[in-house]
């Protein structure tokens, strides 16, 4: 993956509904500004329970979108990023049909799990409560099958998404398809979705057990004999994040965006410069992303909040949540928690721009910070664009993650991108894109509590960010071959 900033969109909402028509965008009024693409699952279907994170066929690209040779002709011209939904899959899919109406004869029996092919010898009620997820209830849906048999069917998220067992031989003949398919297109890099939940197993908490590791590492290495990286996605407490990063390729520093907010609101340094000094430097850094901003991130170990602390106070963080609320004039309340149907437990659903309260000024600060901490940035299509919350969207589907889900149109984003706030973070990108000292020696300091300073040298080359945190104001300094250069972040 280059060392540039890279976009993550779904196809269809960011300018156009084809991939044709988003590659025509990425090479025409945006060409030159990103490093590669994710392309959020544009699997055959996109608009499932989860936006197309519960593939009906995972081998299949959505036709509303496009083809297979449609993503070959991307991929040659751009790196391109794809999901891997290794847990589950499409209660829709045909494996589960055929499951449904075959039961046992099925050539998928055992594919999907069950509560009792995890504990055959049944579960007490602390072996049920030790099981992790991260959404309230338990973790099975009851179904009758098509052939009339009744399951407790595990569903670590919607009840549409069937977990899979990952183990059996059809669970691996499905995932290798997958990757094959991937590999057969271009696409350079996978992102394992959801994997942390994707071994189950009688008497532990069913998340990043020894055996997900092994798992990972299986992946990843078929990944690399295909010529593909492999970045995981998983929220934790934040050292459980450091011990996964020693064992993948990449990670997301999913800490960074609420100790960002955190710096803002509370006009202090010191708990993002201590992440600094400790945080993985194999990470993808974010604000935003599909999903909501994490809070389990910067929290306490929820299984001993005593002896592992987080990142921040216990009543800072929730302090934090309500000045979010507050920023985003209540419209982030209204979609997150039990607010919201598809809820996560740990995130906040809200545009990065609303959580700042729409603060130009600050929200290009934001950026910069994010774009000079080290690793690779990806910015989020509704980030790139100072979106607002979607509140229309929210109120059609009652998913709280459709917030920050917004479908723009080709004019929409080409207006856009004229705005002054869009058009000085496409500047700022092309900045941390083109300079040579952001492939240098990274440092950080900080002159008084609300103060922070941002540097990279490498030989000659320099550039450094200096933030007043509580003014919301900085400035960026960087060498040219004329001398130091200011760039102004308002």
């Known amino acids: 993956m280059k060392n540039k900033v890279q976009l993550i969109t779904y196809v269809d909402r960011f300018g156009g509904s084809t991939i044709q028509q988003f590659q025509e965008l990425l090479e025409g009024?945006?060409?030159?500004?990103?490093?590669?693409?994710?392309?959020?699952?544009?699997?055959?279907?996109?608009?499932?329970?989860?936006?197309?994170?519960?593939?009906?066929?995972?081998?299949?690209?959505?036709?509303?979108?496009?083809?297979?040779?449609?993503?070959?002709?991307?991929?040659?011209?751009?790196?391109?990023?794809?999901?891997?939904?290794?847990?589950?899959?499409?209660?829709?899919?045909?494996?589960?049909?055929?499951?449904?109406?075959?039961?046992?004869?099925?050539?998928?029996?055992?594919?999907?799990?069950?509560?009792?092919?995890?504990?055959?010898?049944?579960?007490?009620?602390?072996?049920?409560?030790?099981?992790?997820?991260?959404?309230?209830?338990?973790?099975?849906?009851?179904?009758?099958?098509?052939?009339?048999?009744?399951?407790?069917?595990?569903?670590?998220?919607?009840?549409?998404?069937?977990?899979?067992?990952?183990?059996?031989?059809?669970?691996?003949?499905?995932?290798?398809?997958?990757?094959?398919?991937?590999?057969?297109?271009?696409?350079?890099?996978?992102?394992?979705?959801?994997?942390?939940?994707?071994?189950?197993?009688?008497g532990g908490n069913c998340f990043m057990a020894p055996e997900t590791f092994e798992f990972i590492r299986a992946f990843a290495q078929r990944g690399r004999e295909l010529g593909l990286e492999v970045l995981v996605e998983i929220h934790s407490y934040y050292k459980r994040q450091m011990e996964i990063a020693k064992q993948v390729d990449w990670v997301y520093d999913f800490a960074l965006p609420p100790l960002v907010l955190h710096a803002f609101e509370f006009g202090r340094s010191a708990p993002l410069r201590a992440w600094l000094d400790e945080r993985p430097v194999n990470a993808v850094t974010v604000l935003d992303t599909h999903d909501g901003i994490g809070i389990i991130d910067i929290g306490a170990d929820a299984t001993d909040r005593v002896n592992h602390p987080g990142l921040v106070p216990p009543a800072e963080l929730d302090e934090l949540v309500e000045r979010i609320h507050r920023n985003s004039k209540g419209e982030s309340q209204l979609a997150t928690g039990a607010a919201a149907s598809n809820l996560d437990l740990y995130q906040v659903n809200c545009t990065f721009f609303d959580a700042m309260g729409r603060n130009e000024s600050a929200y290009l600060l934001a950026r910069a910070i994010q774009f000079f901490v080290p690793g690779v940035p990806q910015v989020y299509y509704v980030g790139l664009l100072a979106g607002e919350n979607d509140m229309d969207l929210l109120a059609k589907t009652q998913v709280g993650r459709d917030i920050n889900r917004h479908f723009y149109s080709r004019e929409e984003v080409l207006q856009t991108i004229q705005k002054p706030v869009v058009a000085r973070l496409l500047d700022l990108i092309r900045l941390r894109n083109g300079h040579p000292a952001f492939h240098g020696v990274f440092s950080h300091t900080a002159s008084a509590e609300h103060a922070l300073t941002l540097s990279w040298t490498a030989g000659v080359d320099a550039i450094r960010l200096e933030v007043d945190l509580r003014a919301k104001t900085g400035v960026i300094y960087f060498s040219s071959p004329t001398g130091e250069q200011p760039f102004a972040l308002s």
């Open 29 to 202: 009024p945006l060409a030159g500004v990103f490093g590669g693409v994710h392309l959020l699952p544009f699997f055959y279907k996109i608009d499932g329970a989860d936006a197309g994170f519960d593939p009906i066929d995972h081998t299949r690209v959505d036709d509303r979108l496009g083809s297979w040779d449609d993503i070959k002709r991307l991929t040659g011209t751009a790196e391109v990023m794809a999901d891997v939904i290794v847990n589950h899959m499409s209660s829709e899919s045909p494996q589960f049909l055929d499951y449904s109406q075959k039961g046992s004869a099925s050539e998928y029996d055992g594919l999907f799990l069950t509560m009792e092919s995890v504990f055959p010898s049944g579960a007490t009620e602390k072996d049920l409560l030790a099981v992790y997820r991260p959404r309230p209830g338990m973790p099975f849906t009851m179904t009758t099958l098509a052939n009339g048999e009744r399951r407790l069917l595990w569903t670590t998220f919607t009840h549409q998404q069937i977990d899979i067992n990952v183990h059996t031989p059809a669970g691996k003949a499905y995932l290798e398809s997958i990757l094959q398919k991937l590999s057969q297109s271009g696409v350079s890099m996978v992102r394992l979705d959801a994997v942390g939940y994707a071994i189950k197993k009688a």
